[in-house]
């Protein structure tokens, strides 16, 4: 298949993917936005004037890169696993398995796919929370970049769970009972100084909590975490996922017979 | 003559121990209408399912025009275009756009993809279904845009699986016709079929499977000439006189009633010789058809000496 194919091919899945999570915004881009809008007025508003300050800032401030994130992560997630599992579902993958498209192209398409879906929600979520607090970006390319690698690591994520998933059931196990604990516990709510050393140690092996702080530092200009070492653990991230995916969709993991 | 698709030694043996082929091997000529035809379970599917790489095989190979699938992936997947048996396009899509998206997948440039959508929609009797979410398709109309969807990249070889399954009569019919044209102008056509007469019908080659094995790899005009005796079902313009015979030897008749009248004919008897007892008696032959499938026939005699 010849470049120029390839990447009509990636262009093909990639438009695929946003015409879908377009065709269902009410169930793709506005709950997000509704129940994280609800976090501000909850969290953000009522319990946080009587919280003060966190981390040396407004807890309101505090909080607005934590929840902007949990919505790219878990919005880049479940587009994929949902809009793969779904075509496994309908055998309409087999479209794409019977045709000449090289496993890395379609991989690249929904991860494209789970960033624009994820990306997307930010964008609608940011500006929600730009109505309840001011947000002074303090370096737009550690913001952007933590953003789109963390979309990175949660759409191939999502890929993982949907060749491995058999049943409706199985794409919603992993949100519920790993991601959404993961999301509560990687310092979205508080900041890691307030807890005793050994959940600090914990938190740290939490990979969210690196996320969430990395872009609380492109926005606040601060941070609980080193940032090149966020940024390593992020690569190490996409390129373990990545080989995986490779090698399962070469394997036919969940796929072929 | 180039080889459109050559199997060889094909095994599959499935997680369960369930061996679905034990070592075919088959060729295509190209060109060729070729029918695949067995009983349920007999391993057409899983054929179909190894050719497309949907199914991993146990061992052997596949070659599409020289080419061995496992080394050329992509450009043997240029070269053909499946049909499957089970209904797997997004049904929440419209009809234009599943084509379009397959079109894409085949590294199609819009504009190319947007008239080969619209020259097979149109064929296939879709067009102005295009706007059209493909879940509100009939039976029929899901099998058409499958073969639409298969024919948008223009392949050499198109493999169907069973393709007119519970498709009404007049649509299979009109299916046969755009098969059959498709066809003659080069198309190399590989389908399985539960419809005998289908496959007597369209195909020049022919090859039974059964359980996991290649019971009969022949063309279609020598497997019918191995039939002993054949039942025709004349229908006359004219009464059939009561007592009426046709003293031939290898011939048999049977009146149903004053116009119909059942023959069989045996050991080389031509037809030909029947039709000049009727018009040596005046009794002008309105049609004629075979009792009885003839591939059917052959196709249970061939399973029953392989069991």
């Given at each position: 298949m010849f470049s120029n194919h390839k990447y009509i091919a990636f262009e093909t899945i990639v438009i695929r993917e946003i015409r879908r999570f377009g065709r269902i915004w009410l169930q793709t881009l506005v709950p997000p936005a509704i129940t994280i809008g609800l976090y501000f007025v909850i969290f953000g508003n009522l319990v946080g004037r009587r919280i003060g300050e966190m981390g040396g800032f407004q807890y309101m401030e505090f909080i607005v890169p934590g929840l902007i994130m949990m919505a790219v992560i878990q919005n880049s997630y479940s587009n994929v696993v949902s809009s793969f599992f779904s075509h496994k579902f309908q055998h309409s993958v087999e479209e794409l398995l019977v045709s000449p498209v090289p496993n890395y192209v379609i991989l690249c398409g929904f991860i494209v796919g789970g960033m624009a879906r994820g990306l997307a929600v930010g964008i609608i979520v940011t500006f929600i929370s730009l109505l309840f607090a001011d947000l002074e970006i303090q370096n737009l390319f550690i913001t952007i970049s933590v953003v789109l690698l963390t979309s990175i690591v949660f759409a191939l994520a999502g890929f993982i769970n949907a060749l491995f998933a058999n049943s409706f059931d199985d794409i919603s196990i992993i949100p519920t009972f790993v991601l959404t604990p993961l999301i509560y516990l990687g310092g979205v709510f508080y900041s890691v100084e307030l807890l005793p050393p050994f959940w600090k140690f914990v938190s740290a092996l939490n990979p969210i909590f690196y996320m969430v702080n990395t872009f609380r530092y492109g926005i606040l200009g601060s941070s609980d975490v080193d940032i090149t070492w966020a940024f390593f653990i992020l690569f190490v991230f996409i390129v373990i996922l990545f080989t995986s995916c490779i090698l399962l969709l070469r394997r036919g993991t969940g796929l072929r017979t | 003559m180039t080889i459109a698709i050559s199997i060889q030694n094909l095994a599959k043996t499935y997680a369960?121990?369930?061996?679905?082929?034990?070592g075919i091997t088959l060729e295509v000529e190209q060109g060729d209408f070729f029918a695949l035809l067995g009983p349920n379970g007999a391993g057409k599917s899983t054929t179909i399912g190894v050719i497309s790489t949907l199914v991993n095989k146990t061992s052997g190979s596949v070659e599409v025009f020289g080419k061995n699938v496992d080394a050329h992936v992509y450009e043997t997947k240029l070269d053909f275009g499946v049909v499957p048996q089970e209904v797997n396009f997004s049904l929440f899509e419209k009809v234009g756009d599943i084509v379009m998206t397959q079109a894409g997948y085949y590294g199609l440039p819009r504009k190319l993809a947007a008239e080969r959508c619209e020259k097979y929609l149109r064929k296939l009797g879709l067009w102005e279904k295009r706007n059209d979410r493909s879940r509100t398709l009939s039976g029929g109309m899901k099998r058409r845009l499958m073969i639409a969807r298969a024919l948008v990249h223009e392949p050499r070889l198109l493999i169907l699986d069973e393709p007119t399954a519970g498709v009404d009569i007049e649509l299979r019919r009109s299916m046969w016709e755009f098969l059959t044209e498709i066809n003659n102008n080069g198309t190399t056509i590989i389908l399985t079929t539960h419809y005998l007469e289908e496959a007597e019908q369209l195909c020049r080659n022919i090859a039974i499977i059964d359980e996991g094995k290649i019971v009969e790899n022949t063309s279609m005009r020598k497997l019918l000439s191995e039939l002993d005796s054949q039942v025709y079902i004349l229908e006359t313009t004219s009464q059939i006189p009561s007592g009426?015979?046709?003293?031939?030897?290898n011939a048999s008749l049977e009146i149903v009633d004053e116009h119909c009248i059942e023959v069989t004919v045996s050991g080389g008897l031509s037809i030909n010789d029947v039709f000049a007892v009727f018009s040596e008696a005046q009794i002008k032959i309105d049609s004629m058809r075979n009792k009885t499938n003839r591939l059917e026939q052959l196709f249970l005699s061939k399973l029953e000496s392989n069991d």
């Open positions: - | 369960n121990g369930f061996e679905a082929l034990k009426f015979d046709l003293n031939l030897d």
